[in-house]
């Protein structure tokens, strides 16, 4: 498969724990990384491999992954987390990248 | 800190080529670990993988626009160039250039962006 699916949106209170989802079947395959992109700027990696976050990325940010599904939650959520989150793989085939849809995440 | 920098023309003719060039800096496109490529995003909308470039020339492009894109590399200027030809008003993006540092299927660090519109 060639798709990468997402919730369009997802909400969270502040200070509570959101999981964000993204599904495909080169899942089984790739480990999915997870972009953070704020109105009117470039996408920020925020996870990648297996969970892993880059440096200055909070710990609040978490990656796992489960048969076709990855997830990335945020643990405590802030009002500075608000923001479009997309998911990204290489596709069953391993030379193509693919992206999920975004998922518009609101911190009420 | 690797940085990336897109530089082009904003306003594209449809039926026309498309083509910018991603300039890099901190950083050597001669890297062997690093892949090159290229992402846009039209107003409003998600991501797409437009195709990514190895130093070597190897270039690795998106099914959907591969009769369209010519993704190159020039070491000698450390830079990397997207063209995408028989443009029209649906390739209207933002096209970010981007690296893939740690794995082919991590992005690591995007330019800013650039804004092409297709219009006559």
């Known amino acids: 498969s060639s798709e990468l699916t997402q919730d369009p949106a997802v909400s969270v209170a502040l200070g509570q724990t959101v999981r964000i989802t993204c599904q495909g079947d080169s899942l089984s395959s790739y480990y999915a990384s997870w972009y953070q992109q704020k109105p009117g700027q470039a996408p920020l990696l925020v996870i990648y491999d297996k969970g892993n976050r880059p440096s200055g990325i909070p710990d609040r940010f978490s990656g796992s992954s489960s048969g076709n599904t990855a997830s990335l939650t945020i643990t405590g959520a802030q009002a500075e987390d608000e923001a479009d989150y997309y998911c990204?793989?290489?596709?069953?085939?391993?030379?193509?990248?693919?992206f999920g849809g975004g998922t518009k995440l609101t911190v009420l | 800190q690797l940085q990336l920098q897109e530089s082009g023309p904003g306003l594209v003719k449809p039926s026309e080529t498309l083509s910018l060039t991603c300039t890099v800096s901190g950083g050597s496109i001669r890297s062997t670990t690093d892949y090159w490529g290229w992402i846009r995003q039209p107003p409003g909308k998600g991501l797409e993988w437009i195709g990514t470039?190895?130093?070597?020339?190897?270039?690795y492009y998106n099914p959907s626009l591969e009769r369209r894109v010519t993704i190159s590399v020039d070491p000698t200027k450390n830079q990397f160039s997207l063209n995408l030809s028989s443009v029209t008003a649906a390739d209207t993006a933002v096209y970010y250039c981007?690296?893939?540092?740690?794995?082919?299927?991590?992005?690591?660090?995007w330019g800013q962006g650039t804004l092409v519109t297709v219009s006559s």
């Open positions: 470039v190895y130093y070597t020339g190897r270039t």
């Open positions: 981007a690296d893939s540092g740690y794995d082919f299927g991590t992005i690591d660090y």
């Open positions: 990204n793989s290489r596709d069953s085939s391993g030379h193509y990248l693919i």
